[in-house]
């Protein structure tokens, strides 16, 4: 992929609004992303990152796999997304301890975060059993649908 190509499609995500942009040629991927802003802001420049091709990612519920120096197999970690669109809440209320905390250990449907969506407390609960390895956003974040909250292992 050429260098020219990557500009044009970089002045497509701006003009166009889009907040990411993924093309797939061959083995290559080219994902452009584009960092939030606000529309009262004006939108900044796009960022430019090639992503290498996915490889198959093991299933949510394997067990870790140790490794020969005796540490963790991080390959088997687990990555929580957001079901929608909204504020991510860390706690049920401002001056209250968080859902999780990274070590926490977590069942299938404890509540993890809340996500506000149209004035509307959404609680996220937790799909698989596992522990808490990564909080990926801040309290009071927007969050993207799709977008990683928690690493579980």
């Given amino acids: ?11 497509l995500l701006n003009d166009a609004g889009l907040s990411a942009l ?6 290559a991927t080219l994902r452009l992303e584009s960092a939030k802003f606000t529309p009262a802001q004006p939108a900044p420049a796009p960022v430019m990152q090639a992503v290498p ?4 990612q093991p299933a949510a519920s394997a067990p870790a ?10 390959n088997a970690l687990s990555e929580f ?7 991510f809440y860390a706690a049920p209320g ?3 301890a968080p859902f999780v905390e990274v070590g926490k250990r977590v069942k299938k449907g404890d509540v993890l975060c809340i996500i506000e969506a149209m004035k509307l ?6 799909e698989q059993d596992g522990e808490i390895v990564d909080i ?14 928690f690493k579980i292992f």
């Fill in 65 to 74: 796999a140790p490794v020969p120096d005796g540490g963790v197999d991080f």
């Fill in 94 to 96: 401002p001056d209250q």
């Fill in 81 to 87: 997304k957001s079901p929608m669109v909204g504020v």
């Fill in 121 to 126: 407390m959404n609680e996220i609960t937790a």
């Fill in 136 to 149: 990926c956003v801040s309290d009071g974040d927007v969050v993207e649908y799709g977008q990683t909250l």
């Fill in 22 to 27: 993924e093309l797939k040629e061959g083995d």
């Fill in 53 to 56: 091709a996915a490889e198959p």
């Fill in 1 to 11: 992929m050429d260098i020219a190509k990557i500009k044009e499609l970089a002045q």
